[in-house]
C-alpha cells in the first residue's frame, strides 16, 4: 500500500478527485494545508482523512516552514507528494527531498504559462489552446518532468473563468490518472521526459 500526502491552500478539488477516485493500492494519508482556513481541509476531515493545518505566517523564514512541512509529511510515510492547487513557492532542499516522488499540477500547457495568471495569458497571447499539466517537481517553478497534459480550446468570446471552467474539468481526470500510473510503478523519468507504461 502505497501512502499519498496531499498539499492544498484552498478549496482543493483536485484533492476531492483524487480521494474520490479511490486509487487501488494507495491510501490518502494525509492533507496538508499551509492555510488553516482552506475548505478542502474541512472535507477531507469529514471524510475521516488525517488532516493537518500548518499556517506559513507562524513561521520565521521559507526555510524554516518547508522543514516543519517535510516533518509533517514525513511522519505520514509518505511514498508520493501531491500538490494540489498548493500556493507555495519551495526550496530547493524541499524539492530535492522528495525529487522523483513529488507531483504537481498546473493550469496551462507547459513550459507555456509557468506561474500565475495563466489561462489571463493565454487568452491575451492568442492562444487557441489552454490546458493542464501534471509534472514532477524540481528545484525549478513548474518546470520538472511532464507526466501528462491535456488540451481544451479557447473560444472567441472566452474570458478567464470560462476557460478556467474547462481546464478545471480536464485537471479533474488527468491527475488522478497520474497518481494512478505513480503508484502503479508506471512513470519512468528520462531527463525531462517521463515515459508511461500502459
Ligand atoms: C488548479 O487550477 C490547479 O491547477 C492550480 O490551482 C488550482 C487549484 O484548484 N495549481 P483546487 O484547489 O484543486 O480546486
Known amino acids: 500500500m502505497k501512502n499519498i500526502v496531499i498539499l492544498i491552500s484552498g478549496r482543493g478539488s483536485n484533492m476531492q478527485a483524487i480521494v474520490d477516485a479511490g486509487i487501488p493500492g494507495a491510501r490518502i494519508a494525509a492533507v496538508i494545508s499551509n492555510r488553516p482556513a482552506a475548505a478542502g481541509l474541512a472535507w477531507a476531515a469529514e471524510r475521516g482523512i488525517a488532516t493537518v493545518a500548518l499556517d506559513h505566517k507562524q513561521y ?10 517535510a516533518h ?6 509518505a511514498d508520493l507528494v501531491v ?4 500556493m507555495r513557492i519551495l526550496t530547493p532542499a524541499f524539492t530535492q527531498r522528495y525529487e522523483g516522488r513529488m507531483l504537481n499540477i498546473h493550469p496551462s500547457l507547459l513550459p507555456a504559462f509557468p506561474g500565475l495568471y495563466t489561462h489571463q495569458r493565454a487568452i491575451e497571447s492568442g492562444c487557441k489552446l489552454a490546458g493542464c ?12 518532468p511532464i507526466v501528462s497534459q ?9 474570458t478567464e473563468d470560462t476557460v478556467s471552467a474547462r481546464v478545471l474539468l480536464e485537471e479533474h481526470k488527468l491527475y488522478p490518472a497520474a497518481v494512478r500510473a505513480f503508484v502503479e510503478g508506471r ?3 528520462d531527463g525531462l521526459r517521463v515515459r508511461e507504461q500502459r
Open 83 to 86: 500538490l494540489a492547487g498548493f
Open 72 to 77: 509533517a509529511i514525513d511522519a505520514h510515510a
Open 60 to 69: 520565521p523564514s521559507r526555510e524554516a516552514f518547508d522543514e516543519a512541512l
Open 133 to 144: 499539466t501534471v509534472h514532477f517537481v524540481t528545484a525549478e517553478l513548474d518546470h520538472g
Open 150 to 158: 491535456a488540451a481544451v480550446p479557447i473560444l472567441d468570446d472566452d
Open 187 to 189: 512513470l519512468q523519468i
